[in-house]
């Protein structure tokens, strides 16, 4: 730290300007007078994607193979941090490998409606199980003397209007549900860098909010890291650094470098706030050189492929299976139906793109165990949602013929990605189709899913078996062949609810809002809290799975010491198969002076028993785990219940104690949230009671300014130019024969780009002045923006 005090001391205004902004799209600048190397940053979360190019910010340029492991969706459903810990090491090594300093991971946002079209990079819609998972995986990539960059904080949970949209949250929901997944993993695992998110949180934007980045970041959760943008997530570079942004991503080709020095000059910023800053930069680079002269060896992809195929198994979840017809018996006959099962979706679309070392279909994982006893047909179209009656029929004859049929469904790349959400939650119609045919003709059904986020299934009770594989990562033919076939025991389970229809959750209601503005009115009622609390079943609950054994949950027992509370209880495998149990540890004042869900996770664990083999777990927790928020953490005295469950739907045992506390909770006496019912829907009135303050007015789209977005201006002859001039540039990222997924990214990504961004992205093309000459002649002032546009 001394060496670092006197390399402060010693940097000129220019150096420090370069230091706290990216050298180029991937790397920080190099100090090399004093021995400090450029260092890189790459986008994770599921696997390594560094670029062989210099720029690209949609991320679907060339880059080098690494191993694509499951998706966040997919890796909370394992509930089990021993091996997310485990994937992490496997993913720091790979990026040790390539000379990665900081991998861009994990997200730890919570899943507010299913429609997100990035919720397959998320974990969950509870902040225990998010956070417990994502400090998992960091802890797991820092032991390989990697960094992770904590995304997307905070309130990042939808991706339309993403760049420009106002969070408007009251400080319970946001302090309980919200940031506790990010309270987790800075406080346990400490990641080397949290990432800053695009939109605003009650009227001012991430990149900028002191609250966010400072009061409670570094000061209330102490942490002592280095905080960055997302990429292009920089609005005013000055107030950032007061607020306490350290790094903006990528470079600004010094266009912030002189609104620095002119706030320096006229001390609306000090030399003490900008130094906070380089400091932060300064330890990340010494860090990371550190460490990476530490030489490792080349890792093994065949290793990593099969570690990719243990994970997957352990969080496939096994939805339903009527009358055991999983595993499949070794003499049966399989149909295998579905386009899926042999061009198999296994990740994300987005910056998370992974070039797979290798890839393993179900098909030919399958084919090689079954041999004659496997048919298939493809089922159904990839490129185009049209029922093809001739597929179809194919598919029925050898379905026919068959004593077990899978069907392998699920969502394409069009319906989920990074940059849109969801329209519906509907599989394609030619997938509906094909299984409505089948299943009204065959018995022994088996539908697997290849999604992202939760899906309806209006099919469901005429099928015998329901395998959610969601995106498994490269190895997943593999991972569901090991399941079907019983070689693995199924044993995870849902991180999210899985709703019966969009009008249940509470949600939809203010999703995704007005382009500028979503309010989250719905406060701490998402997901099974919802569910739980309106008394409504869903689809399928948060935290069922099924297992091809049994397990028995017995001898409950609850003591507190102090501020202390042991719960400890006995699991005893019934069946006579080896399997895993996820354990989940539930919480609930019934009798509350403040509005709560019915119970809340506040601890889970899995373990591995024999067949007949029992024993004792206990989970530790705080009273302060119990505690809610008012202008701080209080925990309300009272009777609580603790309940066990095999899932939030299935309890199996439950305990009372009473809870003593000297904490004053204040009742809040809204009605709205007391009282929730199907058409919960508070008005503006009762929401900003909870809220404490006017709901602020929405930024209308005239005059122009920095932050309207191209979409808002490409009517206009302006609009029309810089529309197609960044629509072609963004077409070339995505190579000669782009996919439909990628052409509605690409679309969405330019219609919600906010004009700052050009200037960013620009590569020092066009100034601010000139965006702003631009801007004032968008607004009818043509000899100032004429001005403008001849001096910048």
Not at 553 to 561: A, G, R, T
Request: net charge negative; proline share 3%; with cysteine.
């Amino acid at each position: 730290m001394e060496d670092l005090k006197n390399i402060l001391k010693q940097l000129t205004l220019e150096e420090k300007l370069d230091l706290i902004s990216g050298k180029d799209f991937w790397h920080l600048h190099a100090l090399d007078q004093f021995g400090l190397k450029s260092i890189m940053v790459t986008d994770g979360p599921h696997g390594l994607r560094k670029q062989l190019v210099k720029g690209e910010h949609i991320g679907l340029s060339e880059s080098v193979e690494a191993t694509c492991y499951p998706t966040a969706s997919l890796l909370a459903s394992t509930w089990d941090v021993h091996l997310i810990e485990d994937l992490g090491k496997h993913l720091g090594l790979e990026c040790r490998s390539e000379e990665v300093s900081v991998l861009l991971g994990p997200g730890a946002n919570i899943k507010r409606n299913p429609l997100c079209g990035r919720n397959f990079e998320y974990f969950s819609e509870d902040p225990v199980l998010s956070g417990k998972i994502a400090a998992a995986w960091i802890k797991g990539v820092q032991s390989q003397g990697v960094g992770a960059s904590l995304k997307h904080y905070a309130m990042n949970n939808q991706e339309s209007h993403r760049m420009i949209v106002d969070a408007i949250v009251d400080e319970r929901t946001m302090s309980e549900l919200y940031l506790k997944s990010f309270e987790i993993a800075v406080k346990e695992a400490n990641p080397w860098t949290v990432m800053c998110s695009y939109n605003k949180v009650n009227g001012t934007y991430l990149s900028e909010n002191k609250v966010l980045l400072t009061d409670i970041l570094k000061k209330e959760w102490n942490y002592q890291g280095l905080t960055v943008t997302d990429w292009g997530a920089c609005n005013d570079r000055v107030l950032g650094i007061k607020a306490g942004l350290d790094l903006e991503m990528p470079g600004s080709h010094g266009v912030h470098h002189r609104e620095i020095k002119k706030a320096l000059k006229d001390q609306t910023l000090n030399h003490e706030e900008l130094d906070l800053a380089v400091m932060n930069v300064l330890k990340l680079i010494q860090k990371s050189n550190e460490n990476l002269k530490v030489q490792t060896s080349p890792y093994n992809q065949e290793l990593h492929h099969q570690f990719a195929r243990k994970v997957a198994g352990e969080g496939i979840v096994l939805l339903k299976n009527d009358d055991q017809l999983l595993p499949i018996k070794e003499h049966q006959k399989v149909a295998l139906i579905g386009a899926f099962a042999k061009q198999p979706r296994y990740q994300g679309n987005g910056s998370s793109l992974i070039k797979p070392t290798q890839i393993s279909s179900l098909y030919d994982a399958l084919y090689d165990r079954m041999n004659s006893n496997l048919t298939y047909a493809e089922g159904y179209d990839l490129m185009q949602d049209v029922i093809n009656q001739e597929f179809e029929q194919k598919a029925l004859e050898i379905s026919k013929e068959a004593d077990v049929v899978i069907i392998m469904a699920g969502l394409t790349e069009s319906y989920e990605s990074e940059g849109f959400d969801r329209k519906h939650l509907s599989i394609p119609k030619n997938q509906e189709s094909l299984i409505k045919a089948i299943s009204s003709e065959c018995k022994h059904v088996v539908v697997i899913l290849s999604n992202g986020a939760p899906v309806l299934m209006p099919w469901k009770d005429k099928v015998s078996s329901i395998v959610e594989g969601y995106l498994g990562g490269q190895a997943s033919g593999l991972a569901l062949s090991d399941i079907l076939l019983g070689d693995v025991n199924p044993s995870g389970k849902l991180a999210e609810t899985f709703p019966n229809n969009l009008e249940e959750v509470l949600s939809s209601k203010n999703f995704p809002g007005d382009h500028r503005q979503v309010l989250y009115k719905e406060g701490l009622y998402i997901g099974y809290r919802a569910y739980d609390s309106m008394d409504i079943k869903p689809l399928f609950p948060f935290g069922h799975g099924l297992s091809y054994t049994t397990f028995l949950y017995s001898n409950l027992v609850i003591k507190k010491e102090s501020n202390l509370i042991k719960i400890s209880l006995k699991i005893t495998n019934t069946g006579d198969r080896k399997g895993k149990e996820i354990i989940q540890l539930y919480v609930s004042l019934n009798q509350s002076k403040v509005y709560r869900p019915r119970k809340e996770l506040k601890a889970f664990k899995k373990i591995e028993l024999n067949p007949q083999e029992e024993k004792e777990i206990t989970f530790e927790i705080s009273t302060h785990d119990l505690a809610i928020y008012q202008k701080g953490f209080k925990v309300e005295s009272g009777t609580y219940d603790f309940y066990i469950g095999a899932s939030s739907s299935d309890i199996r045992l439950s305990e009372k104690m009473i809870i003593e506390s000297s904490d004053e909770v204040v009742a809040d006496n809204i009605l709205a949230y007391h009282d929730i019912n199907k058409s919960f829907n508070p008005s503006n009135s009762d929401y900003e009671k909870l809220l404490g303050y006017i709901i602020p007015s929405i930024q209308q789209v005239k005059p122009y300014h920095l932050n309207s977005t191209i979409g808002e201006i490409k009517h206009t002859t302006i609009g029309k130019m810089l529309y197609k001039m960044v629509k072609k540039e963004y077409a070339s990222v995505a190579g000669e024969h782009p996919t439909q997924a990628m052409i509605d990214m690409l679309e969405a990504s330019v219609n919600e780009m906010p004009l700052r961004s050009l200037v960013l992205f620009s590569d020092g093309k066009l100034s601010k002045d000139r965006a702003l000459g631009m801007i004032d002649l968008l607004n009818h002032h043509p000899i100032r923006g004429i001005w403008r546009l001849i001096k910048g």
